[in-house]
């Protein structure tokens, strides 16, 4: 028996790669923590609020 399709256009609640790294851990090391930070400069790039507002 198979498993019934989602409808197209609808995004799944999860992606295989947060699967993956659920069962991986983010580096492929798991129970491993995660290095990744946002840097200063990238941090002062980021916009606070994202809100783009209406285009018409």
């Not at 851990?25 to 809100?51: C, L, N, S, W, Y």
Request: charged share 35%; hydrophobic share 20%; no cysteine.
């Amino acid at each position: 028996m198979t498993k019934p399709r989602e409808p197209n256009g609808i995004e799944p609640s999860r992606s295989e790669d947060d699967i993956q790294r659920d069962q991986l851990g983010p580096r492929g090391v798991p129970d491993a923590p995660d290095p990744a930070k946002m840097t200063p400069q990238r941090e002062k790039k980021t916009p606070k609020h994202i809100d783009p507002g209406h285009t018409a």
